[in-house]
């Protein structure tokens, strides 16, 4: 069949079937994927309409089923010949083998998921249209890369904010196909460049135009996204210098909010309009970028509120310090004058409380200056740490074992403070024979003793500040540890020791 050109009924048996039954043509016809035979001469004995189209597409010019048949494929479409679909079709003939597989074809524009069959008499082809997706399997894969690459980005804690900010507008400059990606900043009724993505010098961090004469003034005013793929169709936005000058033809821009109020905008531009409208993920993408930029914007605003309260803190505690420390010094000279010249328990009630004040005014300038997080940690021997902590406090008969301490990573003189309040603490609480315990638990430190420990009921608030189980006692010492174990992030829990003491448990947040 075949050398005649005259179209029989096919005696359609797919070579590698192992079958010799005949195939219904009318089935073949209401397949919606293509169906195509060829001899051992690569003359078509049969296909059905679905390939008949394809066939007449790729032909350029719509070709019957009479017109096909017989014909040398190779002749009807020789664009085809030398393709990826020719050379597998040959291979699969030469080995006998059958072929699966995807390939793009350019003259179609078209991709095809393509099963040949081989027979030593021919070759029986099914191949249908996966061109949809494709495009579906590639717009994920896309997606994926992109919010990849966003994660990244955010989660990378060695670039600076000003860096990530940069990174992200290049991304979505990519995704969007954009050449323009900034972070503006709006300052009353200007629009302040504060990071920028661009092809050029153009526009530079730190340039300033009117708001008025940008798109991103309605994204301001409403406080929504705006999407345009071509900004010449808003006859508002048409007449502003951003299109009329700068030729700025699409734009996508997201709102940047900062408690609670517009900060400024997360935004690309392109000087070409788009054919097709910006996808719903793309605009998605975008807001949840601009999402993480007001919060890392905001936390920015809260820790420089915090560094300009604790520096304010600090500064106050100092001055307090100071213009207490000096008439405290008076007081306390003169009452030791006064006792040497008069033996009166009123003079030791007095001795008492000026030093109980000399302490509340140390650990007041201490926790001030304890509070902010702590920025360059570096390995510290807790041993010899501990050993010249134990040196500073009045600690009488009392006896150290440091010999288990591991090593830690933190701020040594904030890490001293911490060791002298415990040990003060339990020389007070535990008596001048009291036996402290420094050694190594998973993931961090503790400090023990053999005093009386700390009921159940008092755990919870001894950390609180102004708790105190003495009448002398400030109440703050334990307060201090805690807010030095949270500047390290470490967590501190207070338990029983073995011995029935105090037990102070420091450990690394995950």
Not at 430 to 440: A, I, K, N, P, R
Not at 498 to 503: F, K, L
């Amino acid at each position: 069949m075949g050398d005649s050109g005259e179209r029989t009924e096919p005696d359609v048996t797919p070579g590698g079937w192992g079958t010799e039954e005949v195939i219904d043509p009318a089935l073949l016809d209401r397949m919606t994927d293509g169906f195509h035979a060829y001899d051992d001469e690569w003359n078509t004995t049969y296909l059905n309409e679905r390939a008949r189209r394809i066939v007449s597409e790729a032909a350029g010019v719509d070709l019957s089923t009479e017109e096909i048949v017989g014909r040398n494929v190779w002749e009807v479409v020789p664009e085809a010949v030398g393709t990826e679909i020719y050379d597998r079709y040959h291979e699969a003939m030469e080995s006998q083998e059958p072929t699966e597989f995807e390939e793009y074809y350019e003259p179609l524009d078209t991709w095809f998921e393509i099963r040949a069959y081989p027979s030593e008499s021919g070759l029986s082809v099914f191949f249908r249209d996966v061109t949809e997706q494709r495009v579906r399997r590639e717009d994920l894969r896309a997606r994926g890369e992109v919010l990849r690459g966003v994660t990244a980005t955010i989660a990378d804690a060695d670039l600076s904010f000003e860096d990530r900010v940069s990174r992200l507008l290049r991304i979505g400059a990519e995704m969007l196909g954009t050449e323009y990606g900034t972070l503006s900043r709006i300052r009353d009724d200007r629009y302040v460049f504060e990071v920028v993505h661009a092809p050029d010098d153009s526009v530079v961090a730190g340039d300033e135009v009117d708001l008025s004469t940008t798109n991103c003034e309605r994204v301001v005013v409403t406080e929504e996204s705006l999407a345009l793929s071509d900004v010449g169709e808003e006859p508002d936005l048409a007449e502003r210098a951003g299109y009329t000058d700068w030729g700025i033809s699409c734009y996508l821009g997201v709102p940047v909010r900062v408690n609670g109020s517009v900060y400024g905008t997360f935004c690309f531009y392109d000087r070409d309009a788009r054919e097709e409208p910006f996808r719903e993920w793309e605009v998605t993408t975008v807001e949840l970028m601009a999402e993480w930029v007001s919060a890392a914007l905001e936390r920015q605003v809260v820790e420089e509120n915090l560094r300009r309260q604790n520096d304010r803190l600090e500064e106050f505690a100092a001055i307090v310090s100071h213009d207490l420390r000096n008439p405290l010094a008076i007081a306390k000279g003169q009452t030791e004058l006064a006792a040497e010249e008069c033996d009166s328990e009123h003079l030791v009630k007095a001795r008492n409380a000026h030093e109980r004040m000399e302490r509340i005014v140390s650990d007041v300038l201490t926790m001030a200056q304890t509070g902010t997080a702590v920025e360059d940690p570096e390995p510290v021997d807790l041993t010899a740490a501990a050993r010249e902590a134990w040196a500073t406090v009045d600690t009488g008969e009392a006896t150290l074992d440091a010999s288990g301490a591991p090593t830690v990573t933190a701020d040594e003189s904030r890490l001293l403070q911490l060791l002298e309040n415990l040990f003060r603490n339990a020389v007070e609480h535990g008596g001048g024979d009291v036996h402290v315990v420094v050694e190594s638990i998973p993931g961090g430190f503790a400090v023990a003793d053999d005093g009386p420990g700390v009921p159940p009921e008092h755990r919870e608030e001894a950390f609180d500040h102004g708790f105190s189980t003495r009448d002398d006692g400030t109440g703050f010492g334990l307060n201090i540890v805690r807010t030095i174990a949270e500047a390290h992030g470490w967590t501190v829990s207070l338990t029983d020791a073995e011995s029935g003491g105090a037990r102070f448990e420091f450990a690394e947040t995950n």
